[in-house]
């Protein structure tokens, strides 16, 4: 398939060869595949990134899932979106030669690569989740088996309480999940303490347990 066929629009960057594996990134509400480029150079130089724009619009915003109101979500279509983008990250590694990804998603981006852990944990090496909140209130039995997923939460988010984001841990955590869960003084928005947190997660030993995978 080439790249202009594949089922996402996308932009790609390829890495520099070094072991490093491919970040899938996940941009917010009214984002869009250009988002997130710099913030991956910053948190893993020399991966390889995969930055699809989410096919859900919301008053003309990009998304990748439908919600019902803010917190609150379709999670039917949720399921639908989850795997919809497996089968981009699937045609996207046949045409790019690219092993598993690590997702690295923010807000709603982090809320589908948590579902994405959870309802189809065959998908992604591992993940990073910037403000992730609780996306499935019954996910099924995931089998994680020791893939890393670091978290950051905001510790004064208006959007997503800690109660929740705490809930989410937990589902990742039984699953079986390596999580690395930090809660920084921050708000909803990205800021350095994010980039210095990811750039020492994507560079530590969680990373090199995801090139094993
Ligand atoms: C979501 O809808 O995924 C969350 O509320 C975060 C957001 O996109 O604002």
Redesign the pocket.
């Known amino acids: 398939m080439r790249p202009s066929d594949l089922s996402f629009l996308h932009r790609f960057e390829p890495g520099d060869g070094s072991a490093r594996p491919p970040l899938l990134l996940l941009h917010?509400?009214?984002g869009d595949e250009g988002d997130l480029l710099p913030l991956g150079r910053m948190a893993a130089p020399g991966a390889a990134l995969l930055s699809p724009r989410g096919q859900v619009l919301e008053h003309g915003q990009p998304?990748?899932?439908r919600?019902l109101a803010?917190?609150?979500?379709d999670e039917a279509d949720l399921r639908r979106r989850v795997e919809d983008l497996a089968g981009f990250v699937a045609e996207a590694r046949a045409a790019y030669g690219l092993p598993a990804p690590v997702a690295l998603g923010f807000?709603?981006?982090?809320?589908?690569a948590a579902a994405m852990l959870l309802l189809r944990p065959d998908v992604l090496a591992g993940a990073a989740l910037v403000?992730a909140?609780t996306?499935l209130a019954s996910p099924p039995q995931a089998r994680l088996d020791g893939r890393p997923v670091l978290m950051l939460s905001g510790a004064m988010d208006p959007?997503?309480p800690l109660a929740n984001a705490d809930r989410l841990a937990g589902q990742l955590t039984e699953a079986g999940a390596w999580l690395d869960r930090r809660i920084l003084p921050a708000g909803?928005g990205l800021g350095q303490a994010d980039v210095a947190a990811l750039s020492a997660w994507f560079a530590s030993t969680a990373m090199q347990g995801a090139n094993a995978a």
């Open positions: 917010g509400t009214g998304r990748f899932f919600r803010e917190g609150v979500f807000s709603n981006g982090a809320n589908i403000r909140m996306p959007i997503v909803h």
